[in-house]
């Protein structure tokens, strides 16, 4: 009880304070709650899936003495299992959007809420619903939020289900491998061990996955609301 209340947001925040305190079932419950639960959002994903890649020989060791006995298989059960975590988070999220959608739609507009801007994520989603639904796993926030609004503007079911599928295997393959390899090459090349510069990364992996979406936010161009109510009855 004690250790817990020693817990500082420091240590929230950090990737490597999970993979030494938790191992891999915090891992992929952390997985599943940035992307399943609104509250998750302010959990490391990115990085700790970098930090996780370094890592695979341990976490997957300890579901299993010794691991797999190679570096790839190790990453690929990772793969698998965190995927899996990810989409289950993501198809939660989506029901939950559901289920509060009709709410949403047919609630006046005040200071904090504006329909308008559930008819221009509507328009969004069905032009580009599974290109947000992939790029969002690369985004932090964005992520825990895109697929609720995917279920309250109503995307068709059949398409979530296969960019989620999509989005998620390639989220984690891209940070998995890319923290296991990474580490290796810069210690082999430089020797530079890049567990002892998390900061550096998860700046640098925040900035990377930002900048697209800050850019889009300032300079895209924006398009009028349309005024269709998904769930009107006919």
Same mark, same amino acid.
């Given at each position: 009880?004690?250790?817990?209340?020693?817990?500082?947001?420091?240590d929230?925040?950090n990737?490597?304070f999970?993979?030494?305190?938790?191992g891999?079932?915090?891992?992929?419950?952390?997985?599943?709650?940035?992307t &399943? $639960?609104?509250? &998750?959002?302010?959990?490391?994903?990115?990085s700790?899936?970098?930090?996780? +890649?370094?890592?695979?020989?341990?976490?997957?060791?300890?579901?299993m003495?010794?691991?797999?006995?190679?570096?790839?298989?190790?990453?690929?059960v990772?793969?698998?299992?965190?995927s899996?975590?990810?989409?289950?988070?993501?198809?939660?999220?989506y029901?939950?959007?559901?289920?509060? &959608?009709?709410?949403?739609?047919h609630? /006046?507009?005040?200071?904090l809420?504006?329909?308008?801007?559930?008819?221009r994520a509507k328009?969004?989603?069905?032009?580009?619903?599974?290109?947000?639904i992939?790029?969002?796993?690369?985004?932090?926030?964005?992520?825990?939020?895109?697929?609720?609004?995917?279920?309250?503007?109503?995307?068709?079911?059949? /398409?979530?289900?296969?960019?989620?599928?999509?989005?998620?295997?390639?989220?984690?393959?891209?940070?998995?491998?890319? &923290?296991?390899?990474?580490?290796?090459?810069?210690?082999?090349?430089f020797?530079?061990? $890049?567990?002892k510069?998390?900061?550096?990364?998860?700046?640098?992996?925040?900035?990377?996955?930002?900048?697209?979406?800050?850019? /889009?936010?300032?300079? +895209?161009?924006?398009?009028?609301?349309?005024?269709?109510?998904?769930?009107? /009855?006919?």
């Open positions: 009880m004690l250790e817990l209340l020693m817990i500082t947001w420091k929230i925040i990737p490597d999970y993979i030494n305190n938790g891999l079932w915090v891992l992929l419950f952390i997985v599943f709650a940035e &399943g $639960l609104m509250v &998750g959002f302010f959990l490391p994903g990115d700790l899936l970098f930090v996780a +890649g370094i890592y695979s020989e341990k976490l997957v060791g300890s579901m003495t010794g691991g797999t006995g190679s570096d790839f298989l190790d990453l690929v990772l793969w698998v299992l965190v899996f975590c990810g989409i289950l988070g993501n198809a939660v999220g029901w939950f959007g559901h289920k509060s &959608g009709p709410f949403l739609f609630r /006046k507009d005040n200071f809420f504006k329909k308008k801007y559930l008819f328009e969004f989603y069905d032009k580009h619903g599974g290109e947000a992939v790029f969002a796993r690369f985004l932090p926030i964005v992520r825990t939020f895109a697929p609720i609004i995917a279920g309250i503007v109503v995307m068709d079911r059949r /398409k979530f289900v296969i960019y989620n599928i999509v989005g998620s295997a390639a989220w984690v393959l891209a940070m998995l491998f890319a &923290g296991h390899y990474l580490d290796k090459f810069f210690m082999s090349r020797g530079f061990d $890049l567990k510069h998390l900061e550096v990364i998860v700046i640098g992996i925040v900035v990377v996955t930002t900048a697209p979406v800050l850019y /889009k936010l300032f300079f +895209g161009r924006k398009k009028p609301a349309p005024a269709e109510d998904p769930y009107q /009855k006919s």
